[in-house]
C-alpha cells in the first residue's frame, strides 16, 4: 500500500510539473525503484575554470567547489584586489561587463567556463540588462569559441524562452537578454550547458534532493544558491550534459501538519 501511494504521489507531481511547464515527462524522468548510481565523471584537476562573476552568491560556492577539487581558478571581479584579499588561490581579473574593452582575453588559455554574472539592477540601476546579461558575457562566448573551450555552463534562469522580446527594462529585460544569451551560446559551435534556476535562497546547499526536468519549466518551488553551484560544477565535467538546458529545484518535504494553518490564509467568499 505505501509503495503504491509513493507511485502515486510521485506520478502526480510529474504530471503537475509537465503541465505547469508545457513538456512532457516520460519514463526517461521517471526513476523506477532505486536511482541508478551516479556517473564517474572524468577529473578536471590542472585544468583552469573562467568564473564570471566569481564573487556572487553563485560564483563563489562555484569557486571554492572548483578549488576543493585542484582546478585552477580564473575569476572576475569588480574590484580584484579585494576579491585576491578574501580569496588568494583565485586567479583574479579585473573586469566590468559595462565595458567592453575589459573582458578581451578572458576565454584564452582557459578549458572551460561558467557564466553566472546578472545584471542587479535593483542595486545598481547602471546595469543595464542588455550589455550586462547578452552582449558582455556574448563577447566572452565568441572568444571561446575561437580560444577551443571545452564548456560552457551559463546560469540562466527559469522562465526565459516566455520572456517578452521588446522589454526595455527591470526584470522583463534581464529574462528578455538572458534568453539572447542562451540563444547565442547555442549557435556558437562551443558545447554548453544552460541551468535554469528557480527561485533561489540562501539556505545551506545539499539539505534537500535536487531535480532536473528538461525544458524551462515554471515549477513552485525554490533551489539554494549552493545546489545550483553543484549543479554547474557536476555540468562541467559531465558529458551527459552537454547541449542541454533544463530547470533545476530543490524537492523539500514540508511537515505532514502544514496544512492545519493553512486556515487562516484561505480568502472568505
Known amino acids: 500500500m505505501i509503495k503504491r501511494r509513493t507511485a502515486l504521489t510521485s506520478a502526480f507531481a510529474l504530471s503537475?510539473?509537465?503541465?505547469?511547464g508545457n513538456v512532457t515527462i516520460n519514463k526517461a524522468f521517471a526513476q523506477e525503484g532505486r536511482a541508478a548510481p551516479p556517473p564517474v565523471l572524468p577529473s578536471m584537476k590542472g585544468e583552469t575554470v573562467l568564473v564570471t562573476g566569481a564573487t556572487g552568491r553563485v560564483g563563489k560556492?562555484?569557486?571554492?567547489?572548483?578549488?576543493?577539487?585542484?582546478?585552477k581558478v580564473r575569476g572576475t571581479a569588480r574590484d580584484a584586489a579585494k576579491a585576491k584579499a578574501e580569496?588568494?588561490?583565485?586567479?583574479?581579473?579585473?573586469?566590468?561587463?559595462?565595458?567592453?574593452?575589459s573582458l578581451k582575453g578572458l576565454a584564452n588559455g582557459v578549458d572551460r567556463i561558467v557564466l553566472t554574472t546578472g545584471a542587479n539592477t535593483f542595486r545598481d540601476p547602471t546595469n543595464s540588462p542588455e550589455m550586462v546579461e547578452f552582449r558582455a558575457p556574448a563577447a566572452i562566448v565568441d572568444e571561446a569559441k575561437a580560444a577551443g573551450v571545452k564548456q560552457i555552463v551559463l546560469v540562466s534562469s527559469v522562465s526565459v524562452?516566455?520572456?517578452?522580446?521588446?522589454?526595455?527594462?527591470?526584470?522583463?529585460?534581464?529574462m528578455r537578454w538572458k534568453n539572447e544569451l542562451e540563444k547565442r551560446i547555442r549557435k556558437s559551435g562551443s558545447p554548453y550547458t544552460v541551468v535554469r534556476p528557480v527561485g533561489l535562497w540562501d539556505k545551506p546547499r545539499g539539505e534537500n534532493p535536487i531535480a532536473l526536468i528538461p525544458g524551462d519549466v515554471q515549477v513552485p518551488s525554490m533551489v539554494t544558491r549552493g545546489d545550483v553551484a553543484l549543479v554547474v560544477v557536476d555540468a562541467l565535467a559531465n558529458p551527459d550534459a552537454r547541449g542541454k538546458s533544463f530547470t533545476v529545484f530543490n524537492v523539500t518535504h514540508p511537515d505532514l501538519t502544514g496544512w492545519k494553518s493553512a486556515f487562516a490564509k484561505l480568502p472568505r467568499d
Open 16 to 20: 503537475f510539473m509537465a503541465h505547469c
Open 61 to 71: 560556492q562555484v569557486v571554492e567547489m572548483l578549488l576543493a577539487q585542484g582546478v
Open 87 to 101: 580569496q588568494p588561490n583565485v586567479e583574479w581579473i579585473q573586469a566590468e561587463f559595462k565595458q567592453l574593452e
Open 161 to 174: 524562452t516566455t520572456s517578452d522580446p521588446t522589454a526595455a527594462q527591470g526584470i522583463g529585460a534581464v
